[in-house]
């Protein structure tokens, strides 16, 4: 890994308009609200936080699937915004979106060597033997007989597919995949051969990952740094061990305490994050979090928190550093 930045982004912005009768403009949704952050080539960065933060929008975002409202995406020294149809389909080559779901990507009617070929057949101009020698070859690679090629998606397990739609990735050579929950739906056996995939793949295609997930111990396995979301902002991104050790904003550590551990207490007494995110379309003033936060103050309800660094960390919390999750009592430990 390099301290080189591959991807930067800086104050992005998505919003979705709210439409009423006759297309008129009721609102809008702040989906992603000033997002910056640099991703370092070779480098696999997490994006953790609850359904609806933001995760999936951004990884989109990036792709281009997505337009951005404001801000920047810069992929390799060149913006992506704005760009000629030929320069963003160099993009889509350079840049992948593995999809939550595993077979998105493939097409139920055609064979597994059919769609693993049409990539080849969009942005390369090899001959047929050329591109099934490639097809080949990435399956081999990605722990796949060769002969899959010549079965229908439906013929194989979750696993496979999830393996055939890295393959699929894979034949263009990327240098940035995106991976939007990798191992949801898999068995822990299978997801543990799926990481050791990623992990291999990575050191073979020199490839640099954004790793989308809900799993932190699979994010703490496997990624370098973190970024935590919280409707539409990082509230907190530092390296993996540092921020899972010792988290400084409430939301991060209310997340930590939420996994269970051995002889610790349950789930639903150590989670002590209450209530639901505030609207999106409708953000209060000051701290978006403060209507979740046992910490909170005055000055949240007035000033929204600027990032600062603390220790390893860069927080959105006007107390970063200065709170901690509260300690199970006593009576708690003893119902453990």
């Known amino acids: 890994m390099t301290d080189a930045p591959i991807l930067t982004v800086t104050d992005l912005t998505v919003r979705f308009p ?50 951005p409202s404001s801000g920047s995406i810069t992929f390799a ?11 963003a389909r160099e993009l889509r080559r350079r840049l992948q979106y593995a999809y939550q779901d595993p077979g998105a990507s493939l097409d ?12 080849l057949i969009i942005h390369t101009d090899l ?8 097809v080949a070859e990435i399956l081999t690679s990605v722990g796949l007989p060769a002969g899959h090629a010549d079965l229908f998606p439906h013929e194989i397990s979750g696993g496979q597919q999830r393996r055939v739609g890295l393959a699929r990735i894979l034949m263009l050579n990327p240098e940035v995949v995106i991976l939007d929950e990798p191992t949801a739906g898999l068995d822990v056996s299978v997801q543990a051969t799926v990481l050791r995939l990623f992990r291999d793949l990575r050191d073979t295609f020199d490839l640099t990952y954004i790793f989308i997930s809900h799993d932190l111990s699979v994010v703490r396995l496997m990624c ?8 539409g902002r990082i ?11 010792d988290p400084k904003h409430p939301y991060t550590q209310s997340l930590l305490a939420a996994i269970p551990k051995v002889n ?15 609207d999106a379309s409708n953000l209060p003033r000051g701290c978006r979090f403060q209507g979740r936060c046992p910490h909170v103050q005055p000055v949240c309800r007035q000033d929204d928190p600027a990032d600062r660094i603390v220790g390893a960390q860069s927080v959105a919390c006007h107390f970063a550093g200065e709170v901690f999750p509260p300690v199970p009592t006593a009576k708690e430990s003893e119902r453990a």
Not at 127 to 134: A, S
Request: proline share 7%.
């Open 224 to 231: 370098h740094r973190v970024a935590v979301m919280y409707l």
């Open 77 to 87: 020294g060149k913006e992506i915004a704005g760009r000629t149809p030929r320069e």
């Open 127 to 134: 001959p047929r033997r050329e591109r099934l020698k490639k």
């Open 264 to 278: 610790g207490p349950r789930v639903t007494e150590n989670f002590w994050l209450k209530g639901e995110p505030a």
């Open 235 to 245: 509230v907190e991104m530092g390296p993996v061990a540092d921020l899972m050790d």
């Open 18 to 67: 709210i439409r009423g009768p006759f297309a008129r403009k009721l609102g809008e949704i702040r989906a992603l609200d000033g997002v910056s952050f640099d991703l370092a080539e070779g480098e696999i960065l997490g994006l953790v936080g609850e359904s609806g933060c933001g995760k999936s929008t951004l990884g989109k975002t990036l792709m281009g699937i997505q337009a």
């Open 108 to 119: 139920p009617r055609w064979k597994i060597g059919k769609s693993l070929e049409e990539p």
